[in-house]
């Protein structure tokens, strides 16, 4: 959890403590977009310190006096108070005041409105299109909004774009410089700048489920919080007719079928299982049908985004009633057309996979070998060791599990490679 100090975790039950996180990481969100709408974005450091004191004052009360029966409601109104606190302190900061009459009512009337249900959705909503202005850095867009808007850590941003944390903290500077130097504004683009911020506006989306698919943090593999959280901005996506598009519905869709497997992939005692073990049975019917609903509306006659292909193989993943009954033909045509789209190393990974299945490991495994760019990468080598492990050569497959033990931090993959390294070496004698 970001920024909240150690002493105040140790205060809480467990059942205190992830409905903090739960709030964390999906109010203090919406807090900051609202904020930011009543401060401005000159003033977004005040924004984000008033959710965090908000934040913390749950976290001080809640082990103390019980969880309230309407925990959002309880936070609200503490961040409101704190907003017409400032107010009421600051009043000699014309830029802030100005746009509101100096009577105390007409302040705390002004900020009640903010506050209603269809405002704060309006405050997210232009948040995530001001994070994509023309004129904040195109480097630090995305970053920016995953830490201001998605409460990731720079921790988290760094692993998924393969960078440092320096580097994020960075373009994420850089971004709040431009923000305060253009006085850019909260509010909804017009069309044409709305279209063209859209695709920045998806990939934080979409980067931010990934963390909530396969998290950095050493001891959990899936966070649904963050998952979650990223299929509620799509939603707001798809509820603005402007926005509304074949490629928003089919990111909604991918997101259906990837989430509808989360319970199916760990077992009670938090171990990974693979997909050909997996329990079908546990695959979340509902949440597939819903992928179905939003598969109906993105596939057009023309593809035209990676999330369309995605959702599509995403599709025949969900549709398979067993890993033998898989279509790893149209999945395979379906990488292949990916590509077009992102050639990056990780889908030409995923697409190798696939291809084993249809042409077999031993004439795939050359190709893998010669792939790029994904030296420091704990999937690729583990990758190779199932290779191995198919073809019957455990000590090339041991090599390489070993390798990707020491690229992951995460407990629970470190188990997985090991019953794999013991399986392997077992098989030497």
């Given at each position: 959890?970001?920024?909240?100090?150690?002493?105040?975790?140790?205060?809480?039950?467990?059942?205190?403590?992830?409905?903090?996180?739960?709030?964390?990481?999906?109010?203090?969100?919406?807090?900051?977009?609202?904020?930011?709408?009543?401060?401005?974005?000159?003033?977004?450091?005040?924004?984000?310190?008033?959710?965090?004191?908000?934040?913390?004052?749950?976290?001080?009360?809640?082990?103390?006096?019980?969880?309230?029966?309407?925990?959002?409601?309880?936070?609200?109104?503490?961040?409101?108070?704190?907003?017409?606190?400032?107010?009421?302190?600051?009043?000699?900061?014309?830029?802030?005041?100005?746009?509101?009459?100096?009577?105390?009512?007409?302040?705390?009337?002004?900020?009640d409105n903010i506050f209603l249900d269809d405002e704060i959705k309006d405050s997210q909503l232009q948040m995530l299109f001001a994070c994509c202005h023309p004129?904040?850095?195109?480097?630090?867009?995305?970053?920016?909004?995953?830490?201001?808007?998605?409460?990731?850590?720079?921790?988290?941003?760094?692993?998924?774009?393969?960078?440092?944390?320096?580097?994020?903290?960075?373009?994420?500077?850089?971004?709040?410089?431009?923000?305060?130097?253009?006085?850019?504004?909260?509010?909804?683009?017009?069309?044409?700048?709305?279209?063209?911020?859209?695709?920045?506006?998806?990939?934080?989306?979409?980067?931010?489920?990934?963390?909530?698919?396969?998290?950095?943090?050493?001891?959990?593999?899936?966070?649904?919080?963050?998952?979650?959280?990223?299929?509620?901005?799509?939603?707001?996506?798809?509820?603005?007719?402007?926005?509304?598009?074949?490629?928003?519905?089919?990111?909604?869709?991918?997101?259906?079928?990837?989430?509808?497997?989360?319970?199916?992939?760990?077992?009670?005692?938090?171990?990974?299982?693979?997909?050909?073990?997996?329990?079908?049975?546990?695959?979340?019917?509902?949440?597939?049908?819903?992928?179905?609903?939003?598969?109906?509306?993105?596939?057009?006659?023309?593809?035209?985004?990676?999330?369309?292909?995605?959702?599509?193989?995403?599709?025949?993943?969900?549709?398979?009633?067993?890993?033998?009954?898989?279509?790893?033909?149209?999945?395979?045509?379906?990488?292949?057309?990916?590509?077009?789209?992102?050639?990056?190393?990780?889908?030409?990974?995923?697409?190798?996979?696939?291809?084993?299945?249809?042409?077999?490991?031993?004439?795939?495994?050359?190709?893998?070998?010669?792939?790029?760019?994904?030296?420091?990468?704990?999937?690729?080598?583990?990758?190779?060791?199932?290779?191995?492990?198919?073809?019957?050569?455990?000590?090339?497959?041991?090599?390489?599990?070993?390798?990707?033990?020491?690229?992951?931090?995460?407990?629970?993959?470190?188990?997985?490679?090991?019953?794999?390294?013991?399986?392997?070496?077992?098989?030497?004698?």
């Amino acid at each position: 959890m970001n920024n909240i100090p150690a002493h105040y975790l140790c205060m809480h039950t467990e059942g205190t403590n992830i409905l903090v996180e739960h709030f964390f990481r999906n109010e203090r969100s919406r807090l900051i977009a609202t904020l930011a709408k009543l401060f401005g974005l000159q003033q977004l450091q005040l924004a984000e310190d008033i959710a965090q004191e908000a934040l913390l004052d749950a976290l001080a009360n809640w082990p103390v006096n019980g969880i309230p029966g309407n925990p959002k409601a309880w936070l609200y109104r503490v961040a409101k108070n704190k907003a017409i606190d400032v107010f009421k302190r600051k009043k000699h900061l014309d830029t802030i005041v100005s746009e509101l009459s100096n009577s105390a009512n007409a302040i705390e009337k002004e900020i009640d409105n903010i506050f209603l249900d269809d405002e704060i959705k309006d405050s997210q909503l232009q948040m995530l299109f001001a994070c994509c202005h023309p004129s904040v850095p195109e480097d630090g867009q995305v970053m920016f909004m995953l830490k201001t808007l998605c409460s990731l850590s720079v921790a988290e941003i760094a692993r998924a774009y393969l960078t440092s944390t320096d580097a994020v903290e960075k373009r994420i500077y850089r971004v709040k410089k431009k923000l305060r130097e253009e006085n850019i504004q909260l509010v909804i683009p017009s069309p044409q700048e709305l279209l063209a911020r859209l695709d920045a506006v998806l990939r934080a989306i979409y980067l931010l489920f990934n963390e909530g698919y396969n998290s950095s943090q050493p001891d959990r593999v899936i966070r649904k919080d963050l998952s979650g959280e990223a299929m509620r901005l799509c939603e707001l996506l798809i509820e603005i007719p402007l926005t509304n598009l074949p490629f928003t519905n089919a990111l909604m869709a991918l997101m259906c079928y990837q989430s509808s497997r989360f319970d199916a992939r760990m077992d009670a005692d938090n171990h990974i299982i693979t997909l050909e073990n997996q329990d079908r049975h546990k695959w979340d019917v509902e949440l597939i049908n819903k992928g179905h609903y939003y598969i109906s509306h993105a596939i057009t006659r023309e593809i035209i985004s990676k999330y369309q292909v995605e959702a599509a193989i995403s599709y025949w993943y969900a549709v398979a009633q067993d890993l033998a009954g898989t279509n790893w033909a149209e999945i395979f045509n379906l990488y292949n057309l990916l590509i077009q789209f992102d050639p990056s190393p990780m889908i030409l990974l995923n697409r190798l996979i696939v291809q084993a299945r249809i042409d077999g490991h031993e004439s795939v495994l050359p190709h893998l070998l010669q792939l790029p760019g994904l030296e420091k990468n704990h999937l690729y080598y583990s990758s190779i060791a199932i290779f191995y492990q198919q073809l019957n050569q455990p000590a090339l497959a041991v090599e390489n599990y070993l390798k990707a033990m020491r690229l992951t931090h995460s407990l629970a993959e470190k188990k997985l490679l090991q019953d794999r390294i013991s399986f392997n070496t077992s098989m030497s004698f």
